[in-house]
């Protein structure tokens, strides 16, 4: 079946360590996103990715980096500069033209400060 | 900044009611309107979506109206089930950004058996 697969479901960082959060599709969708999920709140997107090798910053992008090598993986690293990192991260993707195309999401991934 | 306000944020109703969710929005440039239904511990799933030169949209049980001139639409789900139990999202394209959404802040809707 395709979809989108997110790794691992739970996640702890210590204090000053980068961690990484894997997201790979089998959609064939051009376009990834990075969305970050807070206790009562909506989505924010902290990166997106329309095509291979191009990324831009969302609204929270601070603290956060990503890589798009790959159509169908685009990870995500927390760096020890997120501050507060606790959330659920999920990740999407959409076909080509992204505009006004439905997202479809993995099953997130939840990140706890040990 | 573009916004999306979503109303109620917690919503009870007798198994077989009616569920109305409100969203309003602030970008005049918004044409795609997407709802999704997150599970516990699960990504959001797309239910309906509604582009902006369609006033409304069914699809059995759930619909979808837009009020372009007000700037709100809105989700009816009939007949409920304790299955529709979830958290539902609206969303609203970025008018200036062509591949991006913001999504309101949620409404976490329960069905009483």
């Known amino acids: 079946d395709g979809g989108i697969t997110q790794s691992p479901k739970y996640l702890f960082r210590k204090e000053g360590q980068n961690v990484t959060l894997s997201c790979e599709q089998n959609?064939?969708?051009?376009?990834m996103y990075w969305y970050r999920q807070d206790p009562g709140q909506g989505l924010r997107l902290i990166y997106y990715?329309?095509?291979?090798?191009?990324?831009q910053k969302g609204d929270i992008a601070e603290g956060y980096s990503v890589s798009r090598e790959k159509k169908e993986s685009f990870p995500l690293t927390v760096t020890s500069a997120q501050k507060n990192p606790t959330a659920f991260y999920l990740c999407?993707?959409?076909?080509?033209?992204?505009?006004?195309?439905?997202?479809?999401f993995g099953d997130g991934t939840r990140l706890s400060i040990l | 900044g573009e916004n999306v306000e979503q109303h109620p944020s917690t919503l009870s109703v007798q198994e077989g009611d009616s569920a109305v969710i409100k969203c309003t929005y602030s970008?005049?440039?918004?044409?795609?309107f997407p709802w999704y239904k997150q599970e516990l511990g699960k990504g959001p799933q797309l239910i309906i979506d509604?582009?902006?030169?369609?006033g409304e949209k069914k699809d059995q049980r759930i619909a979808v109206t837009l009020n372009k001139t007000a700037k709100h639409f809105s989700l009816h789900i009939t007949e409920t089930q304790p299955e529709d139990s979830a958290v539902y999202f609206c969303?609203?394209?970025?008018?200036?950004?062509?591949?991006?959404?913001?999504f309101g802040p949620g409404t976490s809707l329960s069905v009483i058996p």
């Open positions: 999407a993707s959409s076909p080509a033209g992204g505009w006004r195309q439905p997202q479809h």
């Open positions: 959609l064939n969708h051009d376009a």
């Open positions: 990715s329309q095509i291979v090798n191009d990324f």
């Open positions: 970008d005049s440039a918004s044409n795609y």
């Open positions: 509604i582009r902006s030169n369609v």
């Open positions: 969303a609203a394209s970025i008018g200036t950004s062509y591949d991006k959404v913001i």
